[in-house]
C-alpha cells in the first residue's frame, strides 16, 4: 500500500518570496490529492473552505523522503488526500510545511458521472504533450499561454478551474526518471496550472529511462487507486478514469500485451453499458500514425486498442505524442479522430527524418500546441480547438491552428453522384467528375473517396482516390523547416483523375462517397460502368491474403486484370510439383470475372509449403506470377535472455514448428537479409519443439529466424537480442575540428531502431543526460555514415565526444569517440555579453524570446534586476550549469543579470 506523502517543489522563487507550489491529481467528486516537495521538514498540512477569506478545514498527510543522485535524503514529497468534499464545488486551499506556504488556491471536485461541470452544461479538458526539456523556457511558455488563454476565452476573473476539469499529459512528463527532473522538468514547468487543475499522466519511454526509471514514476503518481466501475488494472502503467460524461483510458505504449488488453476489454464492456459515460477518449504515448519518423508509432495501440475501441460507439479520438508536434487525422471507416500533442520537447521539423504522407493524417504541422477540449454534456457535442506558440524559428501567440468535432446524432450528408456520361470507350487521362457537395445541416465537406474497380461489386479495387479537403504535409517552399505546405489548396476534391497508363484496358466501374467535417460519410453513389482504351500499361496481379495459414484455414486469393475468360483458375500445389503433370490440390475458377476473388473455404489438411498459381482457360498458361505458402501451426521463437556476453551461449526455445524435413533456425546481424547474406549461426531443428545453444558469436545486435526445408522461406516472427555490452563500433572521420566544420560519423552494427540517435557532449559530462551539445538521428540504418552540420555542431571550441544511443533513451550503445573544437571563443551567431565564466546570449535579445546562460561551475542563484537596481525576479537553488530567462514580460531596455557562482558575476542584458 503507497503512503500519501508529501511532495516538496521547489522551483523558481519570485521576488515576493513564495516558495510551494502545490500540484493536484487524481480528481473525483468527493476528493483531491494536494502533493508538493521540499527539501526539508515532514510536516504537511493544507487548510481549505469554500470561501478565500475562511481556511477552515485542516488536513495533515504524509512525507515520504527520496534520494537520488543529487539528493542524499533531501527529497521531501509531501502527499495530502482530502475527502468528503461535494462533488463540482470549489474548494479553495493552501499548503504549509513548517515556515513556508504557498498563496491560496483553488480548485473545483469533478461533477457526478455523467454531469457538466458548467451551469450551461459544459465540461472542458486540457490536452498537453511531451516536457523533457530541463534549461530552455519550452513547457513553461506552453503551459504560461494555456493560462493566459483560459483568462481570454473565460473572463480575466476567472479561475482555471472554473472551466476546467483536469489536465490530461500524454506521456514523456521527464526527460529522464530522476529526481531532479521531476523537480524541475515535470512540477517545475507546470505550476501555472498546477496549483488549480489535477494533471492526470500518461507513461512515456523517458519515464522508464534513468536512475529510478519508473520507480520514480509510481512513487510521485497515485494511479494505482484510480479505478472505473471497480476495475483496476493493478498497476499503475494504464487506467480508466471517468471525468462527467467522459471516460479516459489510459493506455501504456511501453507495457502492451495480453494484460493490458483483457483489462481494456473489460473496461469497454462497461463503458457500452453505462448510461453516463457518453463518450471515451483513449491516449497512449507512442501514436497511433505518424507522418514523420515514419514507423515509430505503437503497433499495439493502432492494431489491437483502436480496433476495440471503434467498436464502442461512445468512442470519440486518440491521443498521442512522443513526436513533437501536432498532427490530426481521422480514421477511414469511423467516425474517430487521432492526432499528435507532442508538446515542445526535442526539435522535430521537416526534412530530419523519413517522412509519408498518409490518406489518414489531414495535418501535420511542426507546432508546440496544446488542446482544450468542450463537452456540451446536454446536446451531444464536442469541439476540440488546438492553439499553438510556434516553435524555434516562428513564434506564435495562442494562435488557433485547427478545429475540430464530433456531433451526436446529426444527418449524413447527401448521397453523390458521378456526373460524367459515358456513351463511348475513354482515353486516359480521365477526369472524373462529383456532384456538389450536400447536406442539411450546414456541415462542409472534409473528404471524397472514390473507388475504381473491375468488379461490379467492387470485390477488388484497382484504384482509390482519397483525399480530404486539406492536407498539411511537408515543408513550405524555401523557408524555414518549421513551415509546413498545404498541398491540397485550391484543389477541387471533388474531381478525380486517372492518369494516362495508370490503368489497363477494359470495362470498370466507379464510385464516390463523401464525408462532412462531423466524420459522417454519405451513402455510396450509384455506380458508373465506363471502358477504358488506348492504354499501354497491362499488368495483371495475383496475391493471396496471407503468406502463412493454419491447417484447414480459407485461403483466399485475389486477382485484376485478367483475360476474364469463362474457366480462367487458381490452382494449388505442393511446393516442387509441376501443375501439367500433378493434380493440384485445391482449385477454383473465376467464372469470367477480369477482376476480384476466389477463396478455398476448406483450406489444406497437411502442413508444408505449397504455392497458388492463376492459369489462363482452364489450362496451364501463367497470367501472374504464382504466389508460394506455408500451411501448418504458428512457430513461436524466443531466446533465454535480451543479452549476452561475449563468449556466452545463446539459448533460442522453439515452439510448435511443423518439424519439415531439413527445418532450420538461423542467426543474423541486424540489417542482414537471408539468402543473399549467408546466417552467422545455424542449426537443423529435429523436433516440433526445442531448444538450440548457440556459441562463439561475436558482439552485435543480431535475430534468430525459423526457415523451412534448408530454404530462405521463414515463418513466425523474429526473435531479436544482441552479444556484449557496447556493441556498435563508432568512429568519426577526423580528431580535430574547426569551429563551425562539419563533423562525418559513420558506425557498424547498430541497433537498427528508428530513434537510435547520436549524441555531441562536452568531455566534462561523464554520465550523458539531457545536457548535449546536439542529438542527431540517422533512420535507424544498422551501418553508414551521417554528416553532422550546422546547429548540431560545437558552438564554442572545447573538448567533447561522440556516442549513439537508442531508442530515444539514454542507453549508450557504441564506444565514445572523442574530437576537438578549435576556433574563436565565440560563434559568429552569437553576440554575447561575457566574463571570464559565464556566458549570457543572445544578447541583445527581444521580447518574447529566451535568453540562456552558460556557466563552467554550478549556478547557485540568478538575479534580474532593472537599469535601477530594483529586483525583478529572483531564482534559487539551481544547481545547474545552464539556465534559462524568459523575456516575454521585459520592455525594450537595459538590464543586469548577477549570476551567482563560485563567486558573483554581473552581466548586461539589453531587450531590443
Known sequence: MKHYFLFFFLVVQMAFGQSLFPYLQNPTPNSMIVTWKTASNNETIVTYGTSPANLNVTVTGTTNIFSDTGYNNNYYYHTAKITSLQPNTKYY????????????????????????????????????????????????????????????????????SDNIALTFMVGDQVDVGTLDHYENVHFKKNIKLSPYLPIQTTVGNHE???????????????????????????????????????????????????????????????????????????LSHRPYQAEQYVGDISTWVRNTAVPMLTASNKYLMHVGAHHHLYHRGQLKNTPNYQIISGGTAWDQYWGMSNEQDFDDVQKTLTDWTYQIVEVD????????????????????????????????????????????????????????????????????????????????????????????????FGKDGNGTSDLTKNLNANVDITKAEIAANSITNGIYYVKVRYRDRNLEWSDWSDAKQFEVTGSVVSNPTFTLNKTEYLQNEPITATFTDGPGNNQDWVGIYKKGQTPTSVTSQAYAYTNGQTSGTVTIN????????????????????DIAPKKSFYVGPKVVLNTSADEYPVGGTVVVNFNNGPNLTKDWIGIYKMGQVPGPTPSVKWSYVTTASGTLNFTGLPKGYYYAQYFLEDGYTSVGEKVFFKVGDIVTELWTNKPVYT???NITASWTDSPGIIKDWLGIYPQSVTTPDDNFVSYTYFDGITQGTKTIQGTAVPATPGNYYLVMFTNDSYTEVSNRVQFQVSGPSLGAEEVKSTEKN???????????????????????????????????????????QRFSLVNENLPKGVYFVKVHTRKLFTLKLIIQ
Do not use: C
Open 93 to 160: 486551499y493552501k499548503i504549509k510545511t513548517g515556515t513556508s506556504e504557498s498563496a491560496v488556491y483553488n480548485f473545483r471536485t469533478l461533477p457526478l458521472p455523467g454531469q457538466a461541470v458548467t451551469a450551461n452544461g459544459k465540461i472542458r479538458f486540457l490536452i498537453m504533450g511531451d516536457n523533457q526539456i530541463k534549461a530552455e523556457p519550452r513547457y513553461d511558455s506552453l503551459t504560461l499561454n494555456a493560462y493566459k488563454k483560459l483568462k481570454e476565452k473565460f473572463g480575466a476573473n476567472s479561475d482555471p
Open 838 to 880: 559565464v556566458i549570457l546570449y543572445p544578447n541583445p535579445s527581444k521580447p518574447g524570446e529566451p535568453t540562456f546562460i552558460k556557466s563552467d561551475y554550478p549556478i547557485e542563484k540568478i538575479q534580474l534586476m532593472s537599469a535601477n537596481g530594483d529586483l525583478l525576479y529572483e531564482s534559487k537553488n539551481i544547481n545547474n
Open 739 to 741: 569551429l563551425g566544420e
Open 208 to 282: 522508464t529511462y534513468g536512475t529510478l526509471g519508473m520507480n520514480s514514476y509510481y512513487a510521485h503518481f497515485y494511479i494505482d487507486e484510480i479505478k472505473y466501475k471497480n476495475i483496476s488494472s493493478g498497476n499503475e502503467n494504464y487506467y480508466a478514469q471517468q471525468a462527467g460524461n467522459v471516460l479516459f483510458v489510459s493506455l501504456s505504449s511501453e507495457h502492451t500485451g495480453s494484460a493490458q488488453q483483457t483489462w481494456l476489454q473489460q473496461v469497454l464492456n462497461e463503458a457500452n453499458n453505462d448510461p453516463t459515460v457518453d463518450w471515451i477518449i483513449s
Open 602 to 621: 476448406n483450406g489444406l489438411p497437411n502442413k508444408g509449403q505449397y504455392f497458388a498459381g492463376f492459369f489462363a482457360n482452364n489450362g496451364y498458361t
Open 377 to 472: 454534456v446536454n446536446t451531444g457535442k464536442v469541439d476540440i480547438e488546438s492553439y499553438s506558440i510556434g516553435g524555434v524559428y516562428h513564434k506564435k501567440y495562442n494562435e488557433l491552428v485547427d478545429t475540430f468535432h464530433r456531433y451526436k446524432n446529426q444527418p449524413k450528408p447527401a448521397k453523390p453522384s458521378v456526373t460524367n456520361t459515358f456513351t463511348a470507350p475513354v482515353t486516359l487521362p480521365l477526369t472524373l467528375n462529383g456532384s456538389s457537395f450536400s447536406t442539411t445541416n450546414g456541415e462542409l465537406l472534409n473528404t471524397t473517396q472514390f473507388l475504381i474497380s473491375k468488379a461490379a461489386d467492387f470485390s477488388v479495387v484497382e484504384k482509390e482516390l482519397y483525399r480530404d479537403y486539406e492536407n498539411w
